[in-house]
């Protein structure tokens, strides 16, 4: 008789930050993975080759990270400021500054630009291909209802998500309003907004656990990647794979040692990148070392199952 080996958690990647770890995200070009963390530094691994390629530290934590291109990014800091990252040259340069912490980053392929929001209650748009420094980088700043807490892009559309359950959604070649003036269908504090890949709507997850399934369309009837299904971590340590359209959990992965922070896919959905670290949801205690792992995922996971529809009686 052969034992069944345990479901392992997949490759731990070497060199984790020392901190609790902020966001992780693939490249859209390769297994490249950006981190962001509390320990104040932004890395660059290899995925596959579970390998360190590059690290900045900054003057404070870093609250999120995302790419430009494979070798460079740019990170949203505690210290207010925002800035690029060159990888390649060990160069750093700062974009600009908001008024209090820079809580979310992304990069707009679409616009050329680079889209931060603070807890100062703005979103800012930057040009990066400017010299450095605010004036001449600076596109423009838009005031938001409340404290800045996620962001997410779809190909012109940008959505904002903030304290009070408020959702902003912007066309980025009209910033002057938002096209959407929303509130959360969920009761509690928002944590994560996220796009669908198709540009038909987003999700957004709250601090209770519950994603809700929005569409810029209210008429609109599909959403998702390649099969409709989507990720969440959680504080319990778990991640789930979840079809969207039929609102049903697909798998659920063996439990991680701790809190999940952040997730993401790489570009062809072939990795799942897992920051397994501590959030702090029940105040300092005692707790497993911050780790990301790496883990192939399989089509089993993530493929809904057809329906199936009762027979009907000749």
């Known amino acids: 008789m052969t034992a069944i080996p345990a479901p392992t958690p997949g490759r731990e990647l070497s060199n984790p930050p020392s901190d609790g770890i902020s966001n992780l995200r693939f490249s859209n070009h390769s297994d490249h993975l950006l981190v962001s963390s509390w320990d104040k530094s932004v890395r660059l691994y290899d995925a596959s080759a579970n390998a360190l390629r590059g690290e900045f530290m900054h ?76 004036e001449r980088t600076l596109v423009g700043t838009y005031p938001q209802p409340e404290r800045v807490y ?16 408020h959702v902003n959604v912007y066309d980025l070649r009209n910033m002057s309003q938002p096209e959407q003036r929303r509130e959360s269908s969920l009761k509690y504090q928002t944590r994560c907004v996220r796009c669908y890949p198709n540009g038909t709507g987003y999700a957004l997850s709250s601090v209770e656990g519950r994603v809700a399934m929005e569409f810029f369309d209210p008429s609109e009837s599909s959403q998702a990647k390649k099969y409709g299904t989507f990720a969440t971590g959680g504080c319990d340590g778990y991640v789930n794979v979840w079809d969207g359209n039929n609102k049903k959990r697909l798998y659920q992965y ?47 996971e993530v493929k809904p199952k057809p329906k199936v529809y009762p027979n009907t009686p000749a």
Do not use: M
Request: proline share 4%; aromatic share 10%; with cysteine.
């Open 254 to 300: 063996s439990k991680y040692p701790t809190s999940i922070a952040a997730l993401s896919f790489s570009r062809d959905g072939r990795l799942l990148a897992v920051a397994s670290s501590y959030t702090f949801e029940e105040g300092d205690k005692p707790h497993e070392p911050d780790a990301i792992y790496v883990r192939s995922v399989n089509e089993i």
């Open 59 to 134: 003057g404070g934590p870093v609250l999120d990270c995302c790419f430009h291109d494979d070798s460079s990014g740019f990170s949203a800091g505690a210290d207010n400021t925002v800035r690029r990252l060159v990888f390649s040259y060990n160069k750093e340069d700062i974009l600009g500054r908001h008024d209090a912490p820079v809580r979310c980053i992304e990069y707009s392929y679409a616009a050329g630009q680079l889209i931060t929001g603070s807890w100062d209650k703005t979103l800012k748009c930057w040009d990066p291909r400017g010299a450095s420094g605010q």
């Open 150 to 165: 996620s962001l997410s892009l779809v190909g012109h559309r940008l959505v904002v998500a903030t304290a009070g359950r």
